[in-house]
């Protein structure tokens, strides 16, 4: 019989990898992440403390496109990108627009993992990569009714994507990836031989 799929999770994915002189731009990009990872003495500290297994300048540097062209670059792509799942999305903005309000590094060593979290207080979160070792963790997303799902049984393991409780992305160097901010969504252990490097932002409602 026809189902009709209600309240549908929609995950933004593409990639720059397609665009001219990806290679160089990617390059620069990952020397920059790799400048604040060996310059950012708070952010070092903070992923110490946090039980961050690698670096992230998520709590130490917020201005991350005034610090380097590649990530200035980066973030003209990224509100192409945004604009366009703003579009599908049917959001309906008003008089205001959707503002990148935080950008940050993430290089997580082999091993290392993310535990599963929101980001509040945004609209458009997501993660654009940069390097992805062969065996680096895939983004794993979960089904946002699964605190709802009090009595029901797990699905089979042959369900189809759009019926799993946990879907597993793995991203190539260069790929974007946006979802709304709500979204639950973890990095498993790096299982990796060298570092997994990416970028996270948010994108708020002003």
Known sequence: MPLRPLFVTQVYEASLAEERGFAAFNADLEDACQMLA????????????????????????DDLPKRATAFATLKTKL???????????????G???????????????????HSGHIHPHSVISGTVYVAVPPGA????????????MMAAPP???????????????TPKA??????????????????????????SFNYGWR
């Open 155 to 169: 699905r089979r393991t042959d369900a189809e994507e759009t019926a799993r409780s946990f879907v597993y992305l």
């Open 137 to 148: 963790s895939a983004l794993k997303l979960e089904d946002p009714r699964l605190p709802l």
């Open 174 to 199: 260069g790929t974007v990836l946006m979802w709304e901010s709500w979204l639950r969504h973890e990095v498993p252990a790096n299982r990796a031989k060298a570092e997994r490097i990416s970028l």
């Open 38 to 61: 060996a310059e950012d003495a708070a952010g070092r500290s903070w992923s110490r403390r946090e039980g961050y297994g690698g670096y992230t300048s998520y709590a130490s540097l």
């Open 79 to 93: 509100d192409r990108h945004a604009v366009a799942f703003t579009d599908a999305l049917s959001l309906d903005l």
């Open 95 to 113: 008089a205001g627009r959707l503002k990148l309000d935080s950008l940050w590094v993430n290089v997580l060593k082999p091993g290392a993992a």
